[in-house]
């Protein structure tokens, strides 16, 4: 009788691990996903691996990276900033454009004497 309960707590924890398993390997293809989508995501998930290292212990750490792809990909990712940022800067604000005039010819207010 103890050796069946210790036979299905067994299972129970191949299964609960499994679960585990199977929900890591999910979040493990959304966040591919997103890095795919982004190729900066990837470079700064490197750097913060880095910071993380240097955290533990003061150790130099030697870490390859493509310098010339980086740069590039950096350049593309701020002329895309750029450009999405240039209609909204070049619309003026709601509300701010002014249809009727304020100031009469002579230029005193509407209404009063000149």
Known sequence: ?????????????KII??????????????????????PLALQLRNLQSLVEIGVDQNT???????????????????????????????APPAGTGRTDKSLSPAGSAPGTAA
Do not use: C, W, Y
């Not at 103890?2 to 707590?9: F, H, K, L, N, Y």
């Open 1 to 13: 009788m103890a050796r069946q309960a210790e036979a299905e707590r067994e299972k129970r924890a």
């Open 17 to 38: 691990n499994a679960e585990g398993e199977s929900l890591a390997a999910a979040a493990l293809g959304d966040a591919s996903d997103t890095m795919m989508a982004h």
């Open 60 to 90: 130099t750490v030697v870490f390859p990276a493509p310098l010339m792809s980086t740069i590039g990909e950096l350049g593309s990712f701020l002329a895309r900033e750029t450009a999405a940022a240039a209609p909204a800067a070049a």
